[in-house]
Antibody, heavy 122, light 110 residues
Framework: QVQLVQSGAEVKKPGASVKVSCKASGYTFTSYGISWVRQAPGQGLEWMGWISAYDGHTNYAQKFQGRVIMTTDTSRSTAYMDLRSLRSDDTAMYYC???????????????WGQGTLVTVSS | QSVLTQPPSASGTPGQRVTISCSGSSSNIGSNYVYWYQQLPGTAPKLLIYRNDQRPSGVPDRFSGSKSGTSASLAISGLRSEDEADYYCTAWDDSLSGWVFGGGTKLTVL
């Protein structure tokens, strides 16, 4: 079965960077893209961007452009999300989610990681 | 401020039917599919409805989705206590070239 397992919780100081990993199993990694979605405490969901696991093509939400880098390591079937210049309002649960595609239309599918809590505090 | 608009809360008694609305614009709901997620406390979102009205396998037929113009709705019939959760709608936005979400609706089963 498809599984996405994320790295553990992180505590960072303002201005630092954080790199969250998302290890996939149960399917051919390069056949589907991965999105990253975050959720601040008590708040709603926010899409951060997407990466193709096939060719590394990325599409970042405008809000995060210049501050986020998404990568993959196909040899490890793992996707990474690197967020820089952290601020207190970046404190959130970060999720990876695999695409599902129907008739050529892809969307945030049913397979999500368990989430990684990133806390930014001085 | 979310791009898609949902009521912050909804409620119903066991067995009732409740609907949750999601309002957008021509660049998102008006021209793309709508998806619905259920999020139980402390867990990752779970896909409930895809492509406006399709249910993934394993999702009970008590859950149904619909779309008309720039609005969409999620209906839950035969409400059960375990349906108490947050519900989010999402759609691709052509202007933003990204996924946009509603602010979420907290469903309380009285």
């Amino acid at each position: 079965q498809v599984q996405l397992v994320q790295s553990g919780a992180e505590v960072k100081k303002p201005g630092a960077s954080v790199k969250v990993s998302c290890k996939a199993s149960g399917y051919t990694f390069t056949s589907y893209g991965i999105s990253w979605v975050r959720q601040a405490p008590g708040q709603g969901l926010e899409w951060m961007g997407w990466i193709s696991a096939y060719d590394g093509h990325t599409n970042y939400a405008q809000k995060f452009q210049g501050r986020v880098i998404m990568t993959t390591d196909t040899s490890r079937s793992t996707a990474y999300m690197d967020l820089r210049s952290l601020r207190s309002d970046d404190t959130a649960m970060y999720y990876c989610a695999r695409d599902d595609c129907t008739d050529g239309v892809c969307y945030l599918g049913p397979n999500w990681g368990q989430g990684t809590l990133v806390t930014v505090s001085s | 401020q979310s791009v898609l608009t949902q009521p912050p809360s909804a409620s119903g008694t066991p067995g009732q039917r409740v609907t949750i609305s999601c309002s957008g614009s021509s660049s998102n709901i008006g021209s793309n599919y709508v998806y619905w997620y259920q999020q139980l406390p402390g867990t990752a979102p779970k896909l409930l409805i895809y492509r406006n009205d399709q249910r993934p396998s394993g999702v009970p037929d008590r859950f149904s989705g619909s779309k008309s113009g720039t609005s969409a709705s999620l209906a839950i019939s035969g409400l059960r206590s375990e349906d108490e959760a947050d519900y989010y709608c999402t759609a691709w936005d052509d202007s933003l070239s990204g996924w946009v979400f509603g602010g979420g609706t907290k469903l309380t089963v009285l």
